[in-house]
């Protein structure tokens, strides 16, 4: 099910001609994606492949599947990056991304305290200039792949 004014959801629609950034990894319940508008590379989204509006909506395969994709992307991340930590934040309160959705960010150590912790988000209203490119989040989603090949259930 699909919500037709859910931004989540219009990618889900178009779910085979997603491009990598898109679609990094996804499972029968969960599709990754790269955040948009951010200067952080690796600045993953965990989704559910159907609209749901809270947690509490999600089915126990879903929420069985969310613990794992989490520690699976975060360990991913620390891989990759170095980055000290993971965050894993979830609001869903934007108008157009009520859909519910999980923020999977490297916090890099040498990160600026003012954007530690909730902060974090201001990295996603910094000039365009500073953005990852569609390019450069395709570079990332390869990557992220690759280091989950191999683990049960992702394809």
């Given at each position: 099910?699909?919500?037709?004014?859910?931004?989540?959801?219009?990618?889900?629609a178009?779910?085979?001609?997603?491009?990598?950034?898109?679609?990094?990894?996804?499972?029968?319940?969960?599709?990754?994606?790269?955040?948009?508008n951010?200067?952080?590379?690796?600045?993953?989204?965990?989704?559910p492949?159907?609209?749901?509006?809270?947690?509490?909506?999600?089915?126990?395969?879903?929420?069985?599947?969310?613990?794992?994709?989490?520690?699976?992307?975060s360990?991913?991340?620390?891989?990759?990056?170095g980055?000290?930590?993971?965050?894993?934040?979830?609001?869903?309160?934007?108008?157009?991304?009520?859909?519910?959705?999980?923020?999977?960010v490297?916090?890099?150590?040498?990160?600026?305290?003012?954007?530690?912790?909730?902060?974090?988000?201001?990295?996603?209203?910094?000039?365009?200039?500073?953005?990852?490119?569609?390019?450069?989040?395709?570079?990332?989603?390869?990557?992220?792949?690759?280091?989950?090949?191999?683990?049960?259930?992702?394809?």
């Open positions: 099910m699909t919500t037709p004014d859910c931004y989540a959801c219009s990618k889900e178009k779910f085979d001609d997603l491009p990598p950034r898109e679609c990094v990894v996804h499972d029968q319940h969960w599709r990754v994606a790269h955040a948009f951010t200067a952080v590379p690796g600045w993953l989204v965990l989704l492949r159907r609209h749901v509006a809270a947690v509490h909506d999600l089915t126990n395969a879903e929420a069985a599947a969310l613990g794992m994709w989490q520690v699976k992307l360990r991913a991340l620390q891989s990759m990056t980055c000290a930590k993971t965050y894993v934040v979830q609001f869903a309160e934007a108008e157009g991304f009520a859909h519910v959705h999980f923020h999977i490297p916090r890099m150590a040498d990160l600026q305290p003012e954007h530690r912790g909730p902060g974090v988000f201001e990295l996603l209203r910094r000039p365009e200039q500073e953005h990852v490119s569609a390019d450069r989040a395709d570079q990332v989603a390869q990557s992220v792949r690759a280091q989950l090949q191999g683990h049960p259930n992702t394809q």
